[in-house]
């Protein structure tokens, strides 16, 4: 078990940006990789991004490319992931996810069941 922490949701307009951050307590992310999911309400949860820890190799989901980068900063064993633009249909809880297994098919990282910890969720509202 990793015990993941995410911060920064928040409500926001459309247009605006918001910051999430992911803490890892009690383990690096050094050999792994992190990704970001969200599950809006009646629907399932769904990937945004991914990063690998070495290499930082990243990967985003289709409806949020352009608009959101994540990031990583090994030494404080934190992920990010920056929001702009942002739009209703973002509207969601986000969720951060660890896994330590490695795969060479970039869409493993893509799918919910190739993580083993997740965070508890932080809130994003996009509305005016």
């Known amino acids: 078990q990793v015990p993941l922490v995410e911060s920064g949701g928040g409500l926001v307009q459309p247009g605006g940006s918001l910051r999430l951050s992911c803490a890892a307590s009690?383990?690096?992310?050094?050999?792994?990789?992190v990704a970001w999911f969200r599950q809006a309400p009646g629907k399932e949860r769904a990937f945004v991004a991914s990063i690998r820890m070495i290499g930082a190799f990243t990967n985003y989901a289709d409806s949020v490319k352009g608009r959101f980068t994540i990031s990583r900063d090994n030494a404080k064993n934190t992920v990010t992931l920056q929001m702009n633009s942002l739009k209703p249909e973002d509207t969601a809880v986000y969720y951060c996810a660890f896994t330590a297994s490695y795969s060479m098919v970039a869409s493993y990282y893509t799918r919910v069941d190739s993580y083993d910890d997740w965070g508890q969720g932080t809130q994003v509202t996009v509305s005016s």
């Open positions: 009690g383990r690096t992310f050094s050999s792994s990789a």
